[in-house]
């Protein structure tokens, strides 16, 4: 039997897509405003609620288009309380919108489904923090206090896993896994890299995820990477080892630009999006199970088409 209370379809063979940059598409594609790039704001406003309807339903179409699974991240990545407060969203009014995040999700599961488009909704957690820098560090224990009520309203939800991203040191992951382990949740847990192939703190990635394995009896159910080229982390994934295995999804960026130069950028960057798709066949040589593809900033439903279309 499975450790989870909830099956993930993803842990198989079949191939999962997800979706693009949500937010860099929402400000540069849709010319939404999002006040300190929080997209959950949206779901507060009936104006704007339906171009998060339209996104997701997009990346729902491309999959069942391409008979792959689709896993659907709620508009969520902001909303924790630190963010929250800065919006004027107090705990119970930020319980309210991760729910209605994912109720919204779940009622493109029901529209979109089939038997070979699975779909898996996923709460989707932040860092507290900058998702480029690791500030405002907490131990594993804080990470945990923290994190965790977000991470226990999407378990009274339907959402399937949790899911967090942009990790940039280690204690907060393993304060994630800890909160989604003591809920019964599945989680992922996905960190970032530089362009060296190491995480914001510094840390090696195999050791990253050695780490956090090791502190929650290994229950993230996989590892990601994202907001990071492949070019970035290509060369620390050929090194080999086993822990390569852990890792069964990309969300790579568009752009080759570092962290710090996209922080300062005032223009999208897409990239090449065929050149992009092609670096994806080639990660999965060093990434046997990769299974779950998409795109974080700079990329759309272009690229994770194109992806799409040299995995399959």
């Not at 979706?19 to 006040?35: F, K, M, R």
């Not at 080892?241 to 223009?267: F, Q």
Request: glycine share 8%; proline share 4%; charged share 25%.
């Amino acid at each position: 039997m499975s450790k989870y209370r909830r099956k993930l379809p993803q842990l198989g063979d079949a191939p999962f897509i997800t979706d693009g940059g949500l937010e860099t598409t929402l400000i540069y594609h849709e010319g939404v405003d999002l006040p300190l790039f929080a997209a959950f704001v949206l779901l507060d406003r009936p104006e704007r609620e339906a171009i998060l309807e339209r996104y997701f339903a997009r990346y729902a179409e491309i999959g069942r288009a391409n008979g792959t699974g689709v896993v659907l991240e709620s508009a969520t990545w902001r909303a924790n309380p630190d963010w929250a407060a800065k919006l004027g969203y107090d705990a119970e009014a930020l319980a309210r919108v991760q729910r209605k995040a994912i109720a919204q999700l779940a009622g493109i599961r029901e529209q979109y489904e089939t038997s070979r488009t699975p779909i898996v909704i996923s709460g989707n957690l932040g860092p507290r923090g900058d998702g480029y820098r690791p500030d405002a560090r907490m131990s594993a224990a804080e990470a945990l206090a923290y994190h965790a009520p977000q991470v226990r309203t999407f378990a009274g939800t339907e959402a399937d896993m949790v899911a967090a991203f942009t990790m940039n040191y280690v204690e907060e992951a393993i304060g994630i896994a800890a909160a989604a382990q003591a809920n019964g949740m599945p989680v992922a847990i996905s960190f970032t890299v530089e362009t060296d192939g190491r995480l914001p703190s510094g840390e090696a990635l195999a050791d990253a995820i050695g780490r956090t394995d090791a502190a929650t009896d290994s229950h993230p159910a996989y590892y990601l990477i994202n907001c990071a080229h492949p070019s970035h982390f290509r060369a620390v994934l050929d090194e080999g080892g086993a822990w390569r295995d852990r890792i069964r999804g990309i969300r790579a960026n568009a752009s080759k630009r570092s962290h710090a130069e996209l922080d300062a950028a005032t223009e999208i960057d897409i990239g090449d999006i065929d050149e992009l798709a092609r670096d994806y066949r080639v990660l999965q040589t060093a990434l046997p199970r990769l299974a779950v593809v998409g795109g974080c900033c700079g990329t759309d439903h272009r690229h994770v088409e194109a992806i799409c279309r040299a995995l399959l």
